[in-house]
């Protein structure tokens, strides 16, 4: 196990309203993610996995329950706007679907998290240039999204998600929508930069080959955890 936690859920439950019935979509989540970890998040469709992964980011609040994040000891006590600086700062996000903005250059992408918070606008840039590089694309600084390959728009996600220096990065099925030569070379780049950065990395992932190459998978069934187990070596 590395390090000490950085991420812990309490008690989490999730419910909707769907008319007058109430769904529960997770009762009662209880686990911790340690610094420097990859953790895989599997479980059938609609079991709640995304929803969690929200919560997780700060994009959704729980019905119940808390997060503590590194000596936050929830922060779910923070209003919506000190809640979006949080997230903005101390989480990155990956999706299944990249999400850039097409209109603007992949560097410019990038560098959008960092902007908002009104920074240094050439730190900025170097720092952009500097992650697409990481990310094998530095011959792609001025390319709009439809002009690079999904594998190419996945790394910009990535390196946008990195920006912030986030405490943690959360991926929601990030290969899901990539050809397996793209994947496999995602989730290489996924792995190098927990080596490199020691970046703590949670995934919600179909994918079992992915996930079992994370340190530990966490399976949830009928919005519980059903288990947790380290890798096997």
Same mark, same amino acid.
């Given at each position: 196990?590395?390090?000490?936690?950085?991420?812990?859920?309490?008690?989490?439950?999730?419910?909707?309203?769907? !008319? @007058? %019935?109430?769904?529960?979509?997770?009762? =009662?989540?209880?686990?911790?993610?340690?610094? /420097?970890? *990859?953790?895989?998040?599997?479980?059938?469709?609609?079991? !709640? @996995? %995304?929803?969690?992964?929200?919560?997780? =980011?700060?994009?959704?609040?729980?019905?119940? /329950?808390? *997060?503590?994040?590194?000596?936050?000891?929830?922060?779910?006590?923070?209003?919506?706007?000190?809640?979006?600086?949080?997230?903005?700062?101390?989480?990155?996000?990956?999706?299944?679907?990249?999400?850039?903005?097409?209109?603007?250059?992949?560097?410019?992408?990038?560098?959008?998290?960092?902007?908002?918070?009104?920074?240094?606008?050439?730190?900025?840039?170097?720092?952009?240039?500097?992650?697409?590089?990481?990310?094998?694309?530095?011959?792609?600084?001025?390319?709009?999204?439809?002009?690079?390959?999904?594998?190419?728009?996945?790394?910009?996600?990535?390196?946008?998600?990195?920006?912030?220096?986030?405490?943690?990065?959360?991926?929601?099925?990030?290969?899901?929508?990539?050809?397996?030569?793209?994947?496999?070379?995602?989730?290489?780049?996924?792995?190098?930069?927990?080596?490199?950065?020691?970046?703590?990395?949670?995934?919600?992932?179909?994918?079992?080959?992915?996930?079992?190459?994370?340190?530990?998978?966490?399976?949830?069934?009928?919005?519980?955890?059903?288990?947790?187990?380290?890798?096997?070596?």
């Amino acid at each position: 196990m590395k390090s000490k936690p950085i991420l812990i859920a309490k008690n989490i439950f999730k419910n909707y309203f769907m !008319g @007058k %019935s109430i769904v529960e979509v997770l009762r =009662g989540i209880n686990f911790e993610i340690y610094s /420097g970890e *990859i953790v895989a998040i599997m479980g059938p469709s609609g079991v !709640g @996995k %995304s929803t969690l992964l929200h919560i997780l =980011g700060a994009l959704d609040r729980p019905t119940q /329950g808390k *997060i503590e994040i590194s000596k936050i000891e929830d922060i779910f006590l923070f209003n919506d706007n000190e809640l979006a600086r949080f997230r903005n700062q101390a989480i990155g996000f990956v999706f299944q679907f990249h999400n850039l903005l097409p209109e603007f250059s992949a560097l410019e992408n990038v560098m959008m998290p960092a902007m908002i918070s009104n920074g240094d606008s050439k730190a900025i840039r170097a720092r952009a240039m500097k992650l697409l590089g990481e990310v094998d694309l530095a011959n792609r600084y001025f390319h709009r999204p439809g002009e690079l390959s999904g594998g190419e728009q996945q790394r910009v996600a990535v390196a946008r998600a990195l920006i912030n220096s986030p405490q943690i990065v959360l991926a929601d099925e990030p290969s899901g929508n990539l050809d397996r030569a793209s994947s496999l070379s995602l989730h290489r780049l996924i792995w190098d930069l927990n080596n490199k950065k020691n970046q703590t990395i949670i995934i919600v992932t179909h994918n079992m080959e992915l996930a079992q190459k994370a340190d530990r998978i966490i399976e949830l069934f009928d919005g519980k955890l059903k288990n947790s187990k380290l890798r096997e070596n």
